[in-house]
Protein backbone atom coordinates (compact mmCIF):
# COMPACT_ATOMS: atom_id res chain seq x y z
CA UNK A 1 0.00 0.00 0.00
CA UNK A 2 1.61 3.74 -0.84
CA UNK A 3 2.57 5.20 2.35
CA UNK A 4 3.50 9.09 2.70
CA UNK A 5 7.10 9.88 2.83
CA UNK A 6 8.61 10.77 6.46
CA UNK A 7 8.39 14.16 7.05
CA UNK A 8 5.00 14.36 5.42
CA UNK A 9 4.40 17.21 3.38
CA UNK A 10 3.16 20.23 5.20
CA UNK A 11 2.09 22.42 2.52
CA UNK A 12 0.75 22.44 -0.98
CA UNK A 13 4.32 23.53 -2.42
CA UNK A 14 6.11 20.56 -0.08
CA UNK A 15 3.15 18.10 -1.45
CA UNK A 16 4.06 18.99 -5.15
CA UNK A 17 7.97 18.91 -4.89
CA UNK A 18 7.34 15.20 -3.09
CA UNK A 19 5.95 14.42 -6.46
CA UNK A 20 2.72 12.98 -4.96
CA UNK A 21 0.25 12.21 -7.67
CA UNK A 22 -3.38 12.61 -7.28
CA UNK A 23 -5.88 9.99 -8.62
CA UNK A 24 -9.64 9.12 -8.50
CA UNK A 25 -10.21 6.97 -5.45
CA UNK A 26 -11.84 4.17 -8.08
CA UNK A 27 -8.42 4.29 -9.41
CA UNK A 28 -6.43 4.19 -6.17
CA UNK A 29 -8.39 1.09 -5.25
CA UNK A 30 -7.28 -0.54 -8.73
CA UNK A 31 -3.95 0.55 -8.46
CA UNK A 32 -3.76 -1.12 -4.94
CA UNK A 33 -5.79 -4.09 -5.84
CA UNK A 34 -3.58 -4.99 -8.98
CA UNK A 35 -0.41 -4.94 -6.64
CA UNK A 36 -1.92 -7.17 -4.57
CA UNK A 37 -2.85 -9.64 -7.07
CA UNK A 38 0.37 -9.82 -8.40
CA UNK A 39 1.74 -10.17 -5.07
CA UNK A 40 -0.36 -13.12 -4.54
CA UNK A 41 -1.64 -11.33 -1.26
CA UNK A 42 -5.09 -12.07 -1.11
CA UNK A 43 -7.67 -8.91 -1.30
CA UNK A 44 -9.97 -10.23 1.68
CA UNK A 45 -8.24 -12.65 3.91
CA UNK A 46 -10.98 -13.18 6.00
CA UNK A 47 -14.12 -13.97 4.28
CA UNK A 48 -14.30 -17.45 3.93
CA UNK A 49 -16.28 -19.23 1.40
CA UNK A 50 -16.25 -17.02 -1.08
CA UNK A 51 -13.06 -17.76 -2.99
CA UNK A 52 -14.43 -19.35 -6.05
CA UNK A 53 -17.78 -17.58 -6.01
CA UNK A 54 -17.93 -13.79 -4.95
CA UNK A 55 -14.45 -12.85 -4.88
CA UNK A 56 -13.45 -12.81 -8.46
CA UNK A 57 -16.99 -11.21 -8.91
CA UNK A 58 -16.01 -8.66 -7.02
CA UNK A 59 -12.20 -7.98 -8.08
CA UNK A 60 -13.83 -7.68 -11.52
CA UNK A 61 -15.88 -5.05 -10.00
CA UNK A 62 -12.97 -2.80 -8.33
CA UNK A 63 -11.13 -3.58 -11.95
CA UNK A 64 -13.63 -2.23 -13.68
CA UNK A 65 -14.56 0.99 -11.55
CA UNK A 66 -17.98 0.38 -10.99
CA UNK A 67 -20.01 1.05 -7.95
CA UNK A 68 -21.40 -2.07 -6.56
CA UNK A 69 -25.06 -3.83 -4.98
CA UNK A 70 -24.68 -6.86 -2.93
CA UNK A 71 -27.69 -8.70 -3.02
CA UNK A 72 -27.93 -11.00 -0.25
CA UNK A 73 -29.93 -12.62 2.95
CA UNK A 74 -29.07 -11.82 6.41
CA UNK A 75 -25.48 -12.88 7.81
CA UNK A 76 -23.54 -13.40 4.34
CA UNK A 77 -20.64 -10.82 4.94
CA UNK A 78 -22.13 -8.33 2.74
CA UNK A 79 -21.36 -5.55 5.53
CA UNK A 80 -17.47 -7.04 6.09
CA UNK A 81 -16.90 -7.22 2.69
CA UNK A 82 -17.93 -3.06 2.42
CA UNK A 83 -15.79 -2.47 5.34
CA UNK A 84 -12.99 -4.84 4.35
CA UNK A 85 -12.49 -2.87 0.84
CA UNK A 86 -11.40 0.21 2.90
CA UNK A 87 -7.66 -1.77 2.95
CA UNK A 88 -7.37 -1.08 -0.82
CA UNK A 89 -7.16 2.64 0.02
CA UNK A 90 -3.87 3.98 0.14
CA UNK A 91 -2.70 4.17 4.13
CA UNK A 92 -2.72 8.09 4.10
CA UNK A 93 -4.05 10.41 1.55
CA UNK A 94 -3.57 14.59 1.90
CA UNK A 95 -6.32 16.71 2.49
CA UNK A 96 -6.51 21.04 2.29
CA UNK A 97 -6.42 21.39 5.83
CA UNK A 98 -9.49 21.88 7.54
CA UNK A 99 -11.68 20.66 4.71
CA UNK A 100 -14.75 19.03 5.77
CA UNK A 101 -15.00 17.36 2.80
CA UNK A 102 -11.51 15.71 1.92
CA UNK A 103 -10.70 18.65 -0.57
CA UNK A 104 -7.72 17.27 -3.16
CA UNK A 105 -5.13 20.17 -2.56
CA UNK A 106 -5.08 19.95 -6.05
CA UNK A 107 -8.32 20.24 -6.69
CA UNK A 108 -10.48 21.72 -4.20
CA UNK A 109 -13.92 21.39 -4.72
CA UNK A 110 -15.51 23.53 -1.27
CA UNK A 111 -15.79 26.94 -0.72
CA UNK A 112 -13.48 26.95 1.79
CA UNK A 113 -10.31 25.16 0.41
CA UNK A 114 -10.63 27.12 -2.74
CA UNK A 115 -10.66 30.17 -0.93
CA UNK A 116 -7.70 29.14 1.27
CA UNK A 117 -5.79 27.78 -1.66
CA UNK A 118 -6.62 31.11 -3.55
CA UNK A 119 -5.36 32.97 -0.55
CA UNK A 120 -2.15 30.88 0.52
CA UNK A 121 -1.24 29.07 -3.12
CA UNK A 122 1.93 27.17 -1.99
CA UNK A 123 1.57 28.15 1.51
CA UNK A 124 -1.89 26.33 1.80
CA UNK A 125 -1.20 23.88 5.32
CA UNK A 126 -1.83 20.13 4.30
CA UNK A 127 -3.41 17.83 6.60
CA UNK A 128 -3.33 13.98 6.34
CA UNK A 129 -6.20 11.66 6.64
CA UNK A 130 -6.20 7.68 7.15
CA UNK A 131 -7.77 5.27 5.41
CA UNK A 132 -9.95 4.25 8.27
CA UNK A 133 -11.48 8.20 8.29
CA UNK A 134 -12.44 7.67 4.29
CA UNK A 135 -15.12 5.29 5.01
CA UNK A 136 -18.95 6.36 5.31
CA UNK A 137 -21.69 4.05 6.52
CA UNK A 138 -25.53 4.91 6.55
CA UNK A 139 -28.24 2.14 7.45
CA UNK A 140 -30.64 3.13 5.40
CA UNK A 141 -34.36 4.25 7.72
CA UNK A 142 -37.48 5.20 6.41
CA UNK A 143 -36.56 8.23 8.50
CA UNK A 144 -33.39 9.44 6.76
CA UNK A 145 -33.15 12.62 5.84
CA UNK A 146 -31.58 14.87 2.94
CA UNK A 147 -29.97 16.46 5.74
CA UNK A 148 -28.54 13.55 7.20
CA UNK A 149 -26.81 12.33 3.51
CA UNK A 150 -26.17 15.50 1.67
CA UNK A 151 -26.37 18.56 4.22
CA UNK A 152 -27.99 21.17 5.69
CA UNK A 153 -27.97 25.38 6.16
CA UNK A 154 -26.28 25.33 9.70
CA UNK A 155 -28.30 28.05 11.92
CA UNK A 156 -25.40 29.10 13.76
CA UNK A 157 -23.66 29.97 10.46
CA UNK A 158 -26.38 32.14 9.69
CA UNK A 159 -26.39 33.53 13.27
CA UNK A 160 -22.89 34.40 12.69
CA UNK A 161 -24.15 36.87 9.85
CA UNK A 162 -23.39 34.97 6.91
CA UNK A 163 -26.26 35.03 4.23
CA UNK A 164 -28.10 32.17 3.28
CA UNK A 165 -27.27 32.17 0.11
CA UNK A 166 -23.14 31.61 1.21
CA UNK A 167 -21.83 27.98 0.23
CA UNK A 168 -19.88 28.58 4.08
CA UNK A 169 -23.35 27.82 5.94
CA UNK A 170 -24.02 24.80 4.78
CA UNK A 171 -23.28 21.73 7.45
CA UNK A 172 -22.11 18.38 4.99
CA UNK A 173 -23.84 15.68 5.22
CA UNK A 174 -22.26 12.16 5.18
CA UNK A 175 -21.80 11.88 1.36
CA UNK A 176 -20.33 14.67 1.10
CA UNK A 177 -17.87 14.34 4.10
CA UNK A 178 -16.95 10.61 2.38
CA UNK A 179 -15.80 12.74 -0.51
CA UNK A 180 -12.37 10.67 -1.67
CA UNK A 181 -13.29 7.25 -0.38
CA UNK A 182 -16.00 5.20 0.31
CA UNK A 183 -19.67 5.08 1.15
CA UNK A 184 -21.87 2.68 2.27
CA UNK A 185 -25.58 2.28 2.27
CA UNK A 186 -26.67 -0.83 4.33
CA UNK A 187 -30.49 -2.20 3.16
CA UNK A 188 -30.76 0.66 0.41
CA UNK A 189 -34.46 -0.27 -0.68
CA UNK A 190 -35.38 0.60 3.12
CA UNK A 191 -34.08 4.29 1.65
CA UNK A 192 -37.18 6.57 0.90
CA UNK A 193 -38.03 7.06 -3.10
CA UNK A 194 -37.68 10.75 -2.75
CA UNK A 195 -34.06 10.62 -0.75
CA UNK A 196 -33.20 8.06 -3.74
CA UNK A 197 -33.28 11.06 -5.65
CA UNK A 198 -31.49 13.46 -3.83
CA UNK A 199 -28.57 10.79 -3.79
CA UNK A 200 -28.56 10.05 -7.34
CA UNK A 201 -28.52 13.90 -8.20
CA UNK A 202 -25.15 14.00 -5.86
CA UNK A 203 -23.79 10.87 -7.59
CA UNK A 204 -24.51 11.20 -10.68
CA UNK A 205 -25.74 14.96 -11.64
CA UNK A 206 -23.36 16.35 -9.30
CA UNK A 207 -26.13 19.11 -8.18
CA UNK A 208 -26.78 19.27 -4.56
CA UNK A 209 -29.48 21.91 -3.82
CA UNK A 210 -29.72 22.86 0.24
CA UNK A 211 -32.81 25.00 1.08
CA UNK A 212 -32.86 26.33 -2.84
CA UNK A 213 -29.04 27.42 -2.81
CA UNK A 214 -27.48 25.14 -5.88
CA UNK A 215 -24.05 23.83 -5.44
CA UNK A 216 -22.03 21.76 -7.65
CA UNK A 217 -19.89 19.31 -6.08
CA UNK A 218 -18.16 17.26 -8.29
CA UNK A 219 -17.70 14.46 -5.11
CA UNK A 220 -15.19 11.54 -5.59
CA UNK A 221 -16.66 8.35 -4.60
CA UNK A 222 -17.21 4.93 -4.44
CA UNK A 223 -20.92 3.75 -3.59
CA UNK A 224 -21.52 0.69 -2.07
CA UNK A 225 -25.00 -0.73 -1.48
CA UNK A 226 -26.07 -4.07 0.28
CA UNK A 227 -29.53 -5.28 0.00
CA UNK A 228 -32.18 -8.43 0.46
CA UNK A 229 -32.76 -10.34 -2.82
CA UNK A 230 -36.79 -9.65 -1.25
CA UNK A 231 -36.74 -6.32 -1.21
CA UNK A 232 -34.60 -5.90 -4.07
CA UNK A 233 -36.87 -7.25 -6.80
CA UNK A 234 -40.14 -7.93 -5.34
CA UNK A 235 -40.63 -5.10 -3.64
CA UNK A 236 -39.17 -2.97 -5.81
CA UNK A 237 -38.01 -0.11 -3.59
CA UNK A 238 -34.91 0.93 -5.37
CA UNK A 239 -35.79 3.60 -7.95
CA UNK A 240 -34.71 2.77 -11.52
CA UNK A 241 -31.91 5.46 -12.58
CA UNK A 242 -30.59 4.22 -8.89
CA UNK A 243 -30.28 0.94 -10.16
CA UNK A 244 -28.74 2.01 -13.17
CA UNK A 245 -25.87 3.29 -11.20
CA UNK A 246 -24.27 0.73 -10.12
CA UNK A 247 -22.19 -0.98 -12.37
CA UNK A 248 -21.80 -4.37 -10.72
CA UNK A 249 -24.78 -6.51 -8.82
CA UNK A 250 -23.12 -9.31 -6.77
CA UNK A 251 -24.97 -12.49 -5.36
CA UNK A 252 -23.79 -13.65 -2.08
CA UNK A 253 -24.45 -16.79 -0.42
CA UNK A 254 -23.83 -19.00 2.92
CA UNK A 255 -21.29 -21.17 3.33
CA UNK A 256 -21.63 -23.86 0.76
CA UNK A 257 -20.28 -26.64 3.13
CA UNK A 258 -20.63 -27.23 6.69
CA UNK A 259 -16.57 -27.59 7.25
CA UNK A 260 -15.99 -23.96 6.14
CA UNK A 261 -19.12 -23.10 8.14
CA UNK A 262 -17.19 -24.50 11.36
CA UNK A 263 -13.54 -22.48 9.87
CA UNK A 264 -15.85 -19.35 10.14
CA UNK A 265 -17.10 -20.13 13.33
CA UNK A 266 -14.22 -20.67 14.57
CA UNK A 267 -12.85 -17.45 13.27
CA UNK A 268 -15.89 -15.61 15.01
CA UNK A 269 -16.45 -17.30 18.07
CA UNK A 270 -15.73 -15.70 21.68
CA UNK A 271 -15.48 -18.32 23.34
CA UNK A 272 -15.44 -18.22 27.64
CA UNK A 273 -12.34 -17.29 29.11
CA UNK A 274 -11.40 -18.20 33.01
CA UNK A 275 -7.89 -17.91 34.31
CA UNK A 276 -6.66 -21.26 34.60
CA UNK A 277 -8.80 -23.07 32.89
CA UNK A 278 -8.88 -24.62 29.28
CA UNK A 279 -11.20 -24.80 26.74
CA UNK A 280 -11.26 -27.41 23.98
CA UNK A 281 -14.36 -28.13 21.44
CA UNK A 282 -14.27 -31.42 19.71
CA UNK A 283 -14.80 -31.02 16.47
CA UNK A 284 -18.24 -33.36 16.09
CA UNK A 285 -19.34 -31.12 18.73
CA UNK A 286 -18.66 -27.84 16.64
CA UNK A 287 -19.73 -29.62 13.49
CA UNK A 288 -23.11 -30.77 15.10
CA UNK A 289 -23.64 -26.46 15.80
CA UNK A 290 -22.61 -25.83 12.26
CA UNK A 291 -24.67 -28.82 10.88
CA UNK A 292 -27.78 -27.28 12.88
CA UNK A 293 -27.86 -23.78 10.83
CA UNK A 294 -27.63 -25.82 7.29
CA UNK A 295 -30.49 -28.43 8.36
CA UNK A 296 -32.12 -25.05 9.60
CA UNK A 297 -31.21 -23.68 5.77
CA UNK A 298 -33.19 -26.51 4.08
CA UNK A 299 -36.21 -26.27 6.99
CA UNK A 300 -39.32 -26.09 5.72
CA UNK A 301 -40.15 -24.63 9.42
CA UNK A 302 -37.84 -22.13 9.12
CA UNK A 303 -38.75 -18.99 7.13
CA UNK A 304 -36.34 -19.09 4.18
CA UNK A 305 -36.78 -15.50 2.98
CA UNK A 306 -35.57 -13.88 6.33
CA UNK A 307 -32.54 -15.94 5.64
CA UNK A 308 -30.34 -18.65 8.68
CA UNK A 309 -27.44 -15.87 9.80
CA UNK A 310 -24.26 -17.63 10.23
CA UNK A 311 -24.48 -15.63 13.43
CA UNK A 312 -26.42 -18.51 14.24
CA UNK A 313 -23.77 -20.78 14.27
CA UNK A 314 -21.82 -18.11 15.98
CA UNK A 315 -24.07 -17.95 18.90
CA UNK A 316 -24.83 -21.61 19.26
CA UNK A 317 -21.19 -22.07 19.74
CA UNK A 318 -20.57 -19.80 22.11
CA UNK A 319 -23.79 -20.58 23.98
CA UNK A 320 -22.41 -24.46 24.17
CA UNK A 321 -19.18 -23.57 25.32
CA UNK A 322 -20.86 -21.22 28.04
CA UNK A 323 -22.90 -23.97 29.01
CA UNK A 324 -20.05 -26.27 29.50
CA UNK A 325 -18.34 -23.85 31.61
CA UNK A 326 -21.08 -23.64 33.66
CA UNK A 327 -21.34 -26.87 34.06
CA UNK A 328 -17.67 -27.20 34.65
CA UNK A 329 -17.39 -24.30 37.57
CA UNK A 330 -20.14 -26.49 39.49
CA UNK A 331 -18.60 -29.96 39.41
CA UNK A 332 -15.54 -27.98 40.14
CA UNK A 333 -13.96 -28.84 36.75
CA UNK A 334 -10.69 -26.46 34.86
CA UNK A 335 -10.95 -28.12 32.14
CA UNK A 336 -13.76 -27.17 29.51
CA UNK A 337 -15.67 -29.55 26.90
CA UNK A 338 -19.04 -29.41 25.35
CA UNK A 339 -21.12 -32.34 25.87
CA UNK A 340 -24.49 -33.48 24.04
CA UNK A 341 -25.95 -32.45 27.59
CA UNK A 342 -24.93 -29.01 27.05
CA UNK A 343 -27.01 -28.66 23.51
CA UNK A 344 -29.99 -27.97 25.36
CA UNK A 345 -28.99 -24.91 25.94
CA UNK A 346 -29.33 -23.56 22.33
CA UNK A 347 -32.90 -23.46 22.23
CA UNK A 348 -32.45 -19.72 23.33
CA UNK A 349 -29.47 -18.89 21.24
CA UNK A 350 -31.25 -20.09 17.90
CA UNK A 351 -34.99 -18.87 18.88
CA UNK A 352 -33.44 -15.01 17.87
CA UNK A 353 -31.79 -16.03 14.95
CA UNK A 354 -34.58 -17.93 13.07
CA UNK A 355 -38.26 -16.56 12.01
CA UNK A 356 -40.07 -20.19 12.68
CA UNK A 357 -43.38 -20.78 10.88
CA UNK A 358 -45.96 -22.77 12.75
CA UNK A 359 -49.36 -21.99 13.47
CA UNK A 360 -49.30 -23.56 16.64
CA UNK A 361 -48.42 -21.78 19.86
CA UNK A 362 -45.53 -23.69 21.65
CA UNK A 363 -44.19 -25.43 18.45
CA UNK A 364 -41.03 -23.15 18.30
CA UNK A 365 -39.04 -24.78 21.24
CA UNK A 366 -40.29 -28.55 19.81
CA UNK A 367 -38.91 -27.39 15.94
CA UNK A 368 -35.81 -26.58 17.32
CA UNK A 369 -35.29 -29.48 19.71
CA UNK A 370 -35.91 -31.87 16.51
CA UNK A 371 -33.15 -29.38 14.07
CA UNK A 372 -30.70 -30.36 17.32
CA UNK A 373 -31.52 -33.99 17.46
CA UNK A 374 -31.26 -34.17 13.32
CA UNK A 375 -27.59 -32.30 13.52
CA UNK A 376 -26.41 -34.86 16.41
CA UNK A 377 -27.52 -37.81 14.19
CA UNK A 378 -26.21 -36.56 11.01
CA UNK A 379 -22.94 -36.40 12.54
CA UNK A 380 -22.77 -39.45 14.23
CA UNK A 381 -23.51 -41.10 10.88
CA UNK A 382 -20.99 -39.47 9.15
CA UNK A 383 -18.00 -40.24 11.94
CA UNK A 384 -19.10 -43.03 13.18
CA UNK A 385 -19.44 -46.22 11.86
CA UNK A 386 -21.17 -49.68 12.32
CA UNK A 387 -18.33 -51.65 12.93
CA UNK A 388 -17.36 -49.41 15.70
CA UNK A 389 -19.97 -49.59 18.19
CA UNK A 390 -20.98 -53.35 17.65
CA UNK A 391 -19.52 -54.36 20.86
CA UNK A 392 -21.30 -51.26 22.63
CA UNK A 393 -24.49 -52.85 21.74
CA UNK A 394 -23.44 -56.36 22.89
CA UNK A 395 -22.78 -54.94 26.41
CA UNK A 396 -26.23 -53.41 26.75
CA UNK A 397 -28.18 -56.18 25.61
CA UNK A 398 -26.53 -57.67 28.87
CA UNK A 399 -28.30 -55.04 30.82
CA UNK A 400 -25.46 -52.68 30.76
CA UNK A 401 -27.43 -49.01 31.56
CA UNK A 402 -25.49 -46.11 31.87
CA UNK A 403 -26.72 -42.25 33.50
CA UNK A 404 -25.67 -39.37 31.60
CA UNK A 405 -26.55 -35.60 31.97
CA UNK A 406 -25.07 -32.41 33.33
CA UNK A 407 -25.24 -33.75 36.95
CA UNK A 408 -22.45 -35.96 35.99
CA UNK A 409 -18.66 -35.31 36.65
CA UNK A 410 -15.86 -35.77 33.46
CA UNK A 411 -14.65 -38.68 36.52
CA UNK A 412 -17.53 -40.47 36.41
CA UNK A 413 -17.52 -41.19 32.48
CA UNK A 414 -13.87 -41.90 33.07
CA UNK A 415 -14.34 -44.63 35.33
CA UNK A 416 -17.70 -45.50 33.16
CA UNK A 417 -14.82 -46.86 30.48
CA UNK A 418 -13.07 -49.07 32.90
CA UNK A 419 -15.85 -50.80 34.13
CA UNK A 420 -17.22 -51.33 30.65
CA UNK A 421 -14.10 -51.99 27.86
CA UNK A 422 -16.16 -51.96 25.15
CA UNK A 423 -16.70 -48.49 25.08
CA UNK A 424 -12.95 -47.71 25.28
CA UNK A 425 -12.47 -48.03 21.55
CA UNK A 426 -14.56 -45.54 19.51
CA UNK A 427 -14.69 -43.24 22.26
CA UNK A 428 -10.73 -43.06 22.03
CA UNK A 429 -11.61 -42.42 18.24
CA UNK A 430 -13.48 -39.63 18.79
CA UNK A 431 -11.01 -37.96 20.89
CA UNK A 432 -7.89 -38.83 18.48
CA UNK A 433 -6.63 -40.91 21.79
CA UNK A 434 -7.07 -37.88 23.78
CA UNK A 435 -7.88 -39.92 27.61
CA UNK A 436 -8.29 -36.27 29.08
CA UNK A 437 -11.89 -36.95 31.46
CA UNK A 438 -13.51 -33.95 29.86
CA UNK A 439 -12.79 -35.28 26.15
CA UNK A 440 -13.97 -38.93 27.09
CA UNK A 441 -17.32 -37.56 28.96
CA UNK A 442 -17.99 -35.55 25.21
CA UNK A 443 -17.37 -38.51 23.37
CA UNK A 444 -19.00 -41.12 25.16
CA UNK A 445 -22.18 -38.93 25.42
CA UNK A 446 -22.45 -38.12 21.58
CA UNK A 447 -21.45 -41.60 21.32
CA UNK A 448 -24.76 -42.93 23.48
CA UNK A 449 -26.87 -40.16 21.99
CA UNK A 450 -26.15 -41.35 18.33
CA UNK A 451 -26.91 -44.80 19.15
CA UNK A 452 -30.19 -43.44 21.28
CA UNK A 453 -30.91 -40.87 17.53
CA UNK A 454 -30.43 -44.28 15.23
CA UNK A 455 -32.92 -46.63 17.10
CA UNK A 456 -30.25 -48.47 18.61
CA UNK A 457 -30.82 -47.63 22.28
CA UNK A 458 -33.74 -46.89 24.30
CA UNK A 459 -32.90 -43.55 26.74
CA UNK A 460 -34.96 -42.24 29.85
CA UNK A 461 -35.00 -38.49 29.90
CA UNK A 462 -36.13 -36.69 33.23
CA UNK A 463 -35.15 -33.23 33.56
CA UNK A 464 -30.92 -32.80 32.64
CA UNK A 465 -30.48 -36.49 33.69
CA UNK A 466 -30.82 -39.40 31.24
CA UNK A 467 -30.29 -43.64 31.63
CA UNK A 468 -29.70 -45.13 28.23
CA UNK A 469 -30.31 -49.00 27.66
CA UNK A 470 -30.89 -51.71 25.27
CA UNK A 471 -34.40 -51.13 22.98
CA UNK A 472 -35.34 -54.84 24.05
Do not use: C
Not at 39 to 68: Q, S
Not at 71 to 82: S, V
Not at 114 to 142: C, N, Q, S, Y
Request: no cysteine; glycine share 8%; charged share 25%.
Amino acid sequence: MASPAHPQPATLGQLRASGWISRSVKDEIRRNAIAMMRAGEPLFPRIMGYEETVIPKLENAILAGHDIVFLGERGQAKTRLIRSMVNLLDEWMPIVAGSEINDDPYNPISRYARDLVLEHGDDTRIDWVHRDARFGEKLATPDTSVADLIGEVDPIKVAEGRYLSDELTIHYGLVPRTNRGIFAINELPDLAERIQVGLLNVLEERDVQVRGYKIRLPLDLILVASANPEDYTNRGRIITPLKDRFGSQIRTHYPPTVEIEMDIVDQEATVFAEEGATVRVPVFMSEIVATLSHLARASGNINQRSGVSVRLSVSNQETMVANAARRAILHGEHEIVPRVSDLGALTASTMGKVEIETLEDGRESQIVEGLVKSAGLTVFKNRVGPESFRTVLDAFEGGFVVSAGEDVSSADYVRLLGDQPSLREPVLALTDGDESPAMVASAVEFLLEGLHLSKRLNKDAVGGRASYRARS
